[in-house]
């Protein structure tokens, strides 16, 4: 039976490589435009499914379900709060983006404030990137893959620890190979592949987990016996004790998610790169809609997994993979253990890719090598990603023993999230802050955070209000401080965003009603789980 897994899952991978490979063989991958933003090409459907994919890997797969495991129906916060990120990406930021004709979000801070603003925010990324992002993209790829595929038991080797080591280095290769020879294009078509695979596949796992818990009696009897032997799990208001408190959707976690989905560089690289500002709303409003449907791929497979192995021992992070492994068809295992590592894939090259923009263009090109020619920064890219991935794979096994992946996650990422995304607003809602606040901003909410989080006595701040109020507030305060300096330093003259003629910037006529329509609907999925 694992054989039959084994092949499945080899297939199913091979597969979605090779078309990969028909559709973009004859890309441009020669030029920064090529390399960096797939040439200004992408369309709603790929720009969608990009999205989707960056955001959908194995930390949510396996953490966000290991949460659900744990806290029930009210993490799914994550998913659903970011629908209303998705309508701001698509209404406000995105236009000035497209606007500007960046391709990195530093290269924005550079033309609203100075040089020395977007090297802090390129650095800032890239350490953040290498310490926390890829690393837990490949960890918790490597757990998933474990439980489903019974790695222990396909190729004999006992030690957890050397299995650990080994899956994070064959996938961390693979996934580098996609994106320091393909470019963004090559990542955004086997994001897409894979994307409609996980959607079957996460749906699938849904209608064999309610199957076991009815014991085959049909999937609304398993939604029944769900609701009436753990109707805690299934309350969509998070209480005090748990992971989210309905009261931080109103902070830190709409503030973490509007980050997320609006400024952070591995996520809107490809917006950026669509032909025009339509198409890139359309397909930012289709991923909110996709976002709509994630509590019954990310959250709902997490609870069943709680109904049927909570007194066997199993831990939160390694639900998802035991339930996998159990509830699926040996076929259909294989064909979900590829999909998953296509969303592995696809998250770390996408942000390896992001990574290796950041440096060549913010870095490389902006102040190690002035004169570098298009060649030399597509290559600088490559070096450099082998040097981040390689990392990467090191630190990856290192983050075993973490009680909740998802939260140290979210918990890390708030560091300079927070920060950026205070900077990045005032930017372009303020007319005469000078780029010293910026700076002041950046640095300093970095480290206020760092410092709620690890150093005493500042570390019981967070504890006392909840860290999630704590980031909102940090915010707040970075906002109230460059408004300050503004009033008291304001630049000499005015800033003014400059079109470059980048695209068309005509906005898609239904974007309004759609970004209305969502919101309604996350408010409306809200009320019908309020317990």
């Known amino acids: 039976m694992p054989l039959l897994t084994f092949a499945s899952f080899l297939f199913f991978t091979g597969l979605v490589a090779f078309i990969t490979w028909r559709i973009t063989r004859r890309d441009d991958h020669s030029s920064t435009s090529g390399f960096f933003l797939a040439g200004r090409s992408l369309t709603f459907p790929l720009i969608a499914g990009s999205l989707l994919m960056t955001n959908l890997s194995t930390e949510q797969m396996v953490g966000l379900n290991g949460s659900a495991f744990t806290d029930g129906l009210s993490v799914m916060a994550w998913e659903v709060v970011a629908v209303m990120a998705l309508v701001a990406l698509a209404l406000f930021f995105l236009p000035r983006f497209l606007k500007s004709g960046i391709a990195t979000l530093p290269q924005l801070l550079e033309i609203r404030f100075d040089k020395g603003t977007q090297l802090i925010t390129n650095v800032i990324f890239l350490i953040a990137y290498a310490v926390v992002l890829l690393p837990i993209i490949l960890y918790s790829g490597a757990i998933g893959l474990q439980g489903m595929l019974d790695l222990s038991g396909l190729t004999g080797i006992e030690s957890s620890t050397t299995l650990l080591w080994l899956t994070v280095w064959i996938v961390g ?51 029944e016996i769900l609701k009436e032997s753990n109707p805690d799990k299934m309350n969509s208001i998070g209480g005090s004790e748990q992971s989210v408190p309905f009261f931080t959707l109103f902070t830190g976690v709409f503030l973490i998610n509007v980050f997320y989905w609006t400024t952070n560089q591995q996520i809107i690289q490809r917006t950026f790169a669509a032909k025009n ?253 309020a317990g």
């Open 277 to 529: 500002l339509a198409e890139g709303q359309k397909g930012v409003l289709l991923t909110g809609f996709f976002k709509l449907l994630g509590p019954l791929y990310l959250v709902l497979p997490g609870i069943i997994a709680y109904h049927l192995y909570a007194d066997q021992g199993v831990k939160a992070d390694a639900a998802y993979g035991h339930l996998v492994f159990n509830v699926l068809p040996a076929p259909l295992t294989g064909f979900f253990a590829a999909v998953m590592v296509g969303a592995i894939l696809s998250s770390f090259n996408s942000a390896l890719n992001s990574t290796t923009t950041l440096f060549s263009l913010g870095l490389y090109k902006a102040v190690l090598k002035k004169d570098a020619t298009e060649a030399q920064v597509v290559k600088s890219s490559q070096v450099f990603g082998w040097i981040m991935a390689i990392s990467a794979m090191i630190i990856a096994p290192l983050l075993a023993g973490q009680e909740s992946l998802f939260g140290y996650l979210q918990k890390m990422n708030a560091i300079y999230f927070i920060p950026i995304l205070a900077v990045v607003v005032v930017g372009l809602l303020t007319r005469r802050v000078p780029p010293m606040a910026a700076k002041i901003a950046l640095v300093g909410g970095c480290l206020a955070i760092f410092c709620g989080y690890f150093i005493p006595p500042f570390n019981k701040l967070p504890v006392i209000m909840h860290e999630f109020h704590f980031v909102a507030l940090v915010f707040v305060l970075l906002v109230a401080l460059m408004l300050v300096i503004g009033k008291l330093r304001p630049r000499a003259e005015a800033w003014k965003q400059e079109d470059v003629g980048a695209v068309d910037l005509t906005p898609w006529k239904g974007a309004v009603p759609a970004g209305i329509v969502l919101v309604i609907l996350v408010i409306a999925i809200y009320l019908a789980f």
């Open 173 to 223: 290769i693979i996934g580098s190979i996609y994106a320091l020879f393909g470019g963004l294009r090559t990542v955004a078509v086997s994001d897409t592949l894979n994307g409609v695979g996980l959607l079957i596949g996460g749906f699938v796992i849904v209608y064999f987990g309610l199957q076991a818990v009815s014991d085959n009696g049909g999937v609304l009897a398993g939604w």
